[in-house]
């Protein structure tokens, strides 16, 4: 059974900061990516930022320049910095990895989060 838990959402003010992380645990036997979803009331959820075993990363328009994502890959464990938050940047946020574990073998597949709330809100 794999876990992907979450940590480090609330409220906040515009303009500030909030970071967020997110641990794999189980009986993983690799990762090739994680990553950070996000979705408002009403909107379809959306990639925020992700990033590779070879440490690419990608993020989303509209967080370039003031999100940042990392991964400790002993820990299995990826973090979000988010700065100058926004209130466009309210809604709840997912951690996702794709990864194979000691029942899927060599095949990989999608985990998700159970979610953290971020809402910016003066």
């Known amino acids: 059974q794999v876990q992907l838990v979450e940590s480090g959402g609330g409220l906040v003010q515009p303009g500030g900061s909030l970071r967020l992380s997110c641990a794999a645990s189980?009986?993983?036997?690799?990762?090739?990516?994680m990553g950070w979803y996000r979705q408002a009331p009403g909107k379809q959820r959306e990639l925020v930022a992700g990033?590779?075993?070879?440490?690419?990363?990608d993020y989303v328009d509209s967080v370039k320049g003031r999100f940042s994502i990392s991964r400790d890959y002993a820990k299995n464990t990826v973090t979000l910095q988010m700065n100058s938050l926004k209130p466009e940047d309210t809604a709840v946020y997912y951690c996702n990895a794709d990864l194979r574990t000691s029942v899927s073998g060599m095949y990989y597949r999608i985990y998700w989060g159970q979610g953290t709330q971020v809402t910016v809100s003066s």
């Open positions: 189980g009986s993983i036997l690799g990762i090739r990516a």
């Open positions: 990033i590779t075993n070879s440490g690419s990363t």
